[in-house]
């Protein structure tokens, strides 16, 4: 609605907060170690440690022909480093944008925040089952959605491989059941979700129709 207000859930900063807070430095520090400074300002100590709830630490990595090797060298040292005594750290990797060859962000996540979380949140909040939401996404930070909500899932057209894979892998349901839908479409942006909507939409009323 053009005149809906929204505000910030104080439940949801409490979990998140109260989470972050216990592991901010070590995760920073950690990340420190390998972030190769193509964005600089990725790294938002500011609003992970000021208590507003907020926490998102990234580093990132220049693009070129072994970027995917250096990736998953970085992913299992902070792995490594960050299990023995973080339990709460989740990591995803997304391309980044602005240079040639695009550099690729590592970002770390208190674990039980995410998209896939925050939906599932959003969705018992707001009184809805998940066959009535859907997600939608165009990187693979947006997996969570797949791997963490049983809500269908859509990637579209301009999303990375990496995300489209993942979609791909988890594939549609049953004849008897809807849940999870997932599909990768063609249309880039709005125009992908609305295609998208419009399968589930179809695919969902087909469902319903034979049961």
Not at 55 to 75: E, Q, S, W
Not at 179 to 185: A, K
Not at 188 to 202: H, P, S, Y
């Amino acid at each position: 609605h053009a005149d809906a207000a929204f505000g910030r859930d104080s439940e949801w900063d409490s979990c998140i907060r109260n989470c972050w807070d216990k592991s901010a430095e070590n995760v920073k520090k950690a990340l420190d170690a390998l972030d190769e400074h193509c964005i600089p300002h990725l790294n938002d100590t500011a609003n992970a440690l000021n208590g507003v709830g907020e926490a998102r630490y990234a580093i990132t990595l220049k693009g070129g022909d072994n970027v995917v090797k250096r990736i998953h060298a970085c992913m299992r040292r902070l792995e490594e480093e960050l299990n023995t005594c973080e339990k709460i750290v989740e990591l995803s990797t997304n391309p980044a944008w602005g240079d040639t060859p695009v550099p690729q962000i590592i970002s770390a996540l208190p674990s039980n925040s995410g998209k896939g979380r925050a939906a599932n949140y959003i969705a018992k909040t707001l009184g809805f089952d998940d066959c009535d939401c859907v997600g939608a996404g165009d990187t693979l930070g947006d997996a969570s959605m797949v791997f963490h909500t049983s809500m269908p899932f859509l990637a579209v057209g301009n999303a990375t491989e990496s995300l489209k894979d993942v979609v791909r892998n988890r594939g549609k349901s049953s004849d008897k059941e809807y849940l999870p839908f997932s599909l990768v479409v063609k249309g880039f942006g709005v125009a992908g979700v609305l295609e998208g909507l419009k399968e589930f939409r179809n695919f969902r009323g087909d469902v319903m129709n034979s049961q």
